[in-house]
């Protein structure tokens, strides 16, 4: 059966393309530092029915956003039929934050509300459909947290909140703190990590019924320029379902072999290229038999299961 092309984070909550487009890496090719490009680029990935974009405040040393929005500012779609999702908290030491002497989290309600704000005016937008606490805060103050986000929410500058890289009690801990579900932790998971199977977070994810996003879904690149004998038997394991599912492309089944968890995963793709995404737009009509499935975790624990 294949993917259904959206995907409710919650049930009767928000909801995003089940296939999302990573921003991360926007300003590393030269012409998407063009908006017209940029503009191109969301249209493309709209057009595919991939509607929802995936930023952080940091990325591209905070500069990410600002592009985007000058390219959503020359788009001629409507803002209503996308999805924009950003994260805060982490703090880098960058010429674009002179105050920022080491890299720390900061996950207080006046930086929520700071960078926000920041986010709407880089993005030319008057709220985010999606914000997330990019990551665990040592520091972290539950009940300030949630009143940052809470304050934000009520503002209208933000339609639902979530979480990412969190580990169950971490997520726990915030959502008993909120009067409105945590909708999301986007977390790493690909062929090559899998520790989400066994770890709990995958189970918490199903047992509150929220979708978790996926970042780095096809193993950062490694799955196909790594040289190791698991990469290797990875790819294979891959090759043989591509070619038993007609997909024809590794990574097109890697992206599907998520799509196949019942945890229903939301993958966050990272290539600029238009032709790469119209190429994983097609794991959607991708589906793995349950031994095909067990056939590449086997290849990449290097193990059959107990």
Known sequence: MAADRRIELVPGGPSLSRLVFGAWRLLDGGATRDADAVARLIDISAGLGITSFDHADIYGGYQVEEAFGAGLARWKGRRDSIELISKCGIMLKSPQRPENWLKHYDTGAAHIAASVDRSLKNLGTDYLDLLLIHRPNPLMDADETAAGLERVVQAGKVRAVGVSNFTVPQFD??????????VTNQIEHSVLETSALTDGRLDHAQRLRYAPMIWSPLGGGSLFTGDGQREHKVRAALSVAAAETGAHDVATVAIAWLLRHPARLVPVLGTMKP???????RALD????RQQWFSILEASEGRAVP
Do not use: W
């Not at 801990?173 to 945590?182: E, G, T």
């Not at 032709?275 to 737009?281: H, M």
């Open 173 to 182: 801990l915030l959502a008993s703190r909120l009067p409105f579900p945590v």
């Open 275 to 281: 032709e790469r995404l119209a190429q994983l737009a």
């Open 286 to 289: 991708v589906t793995l038999d």
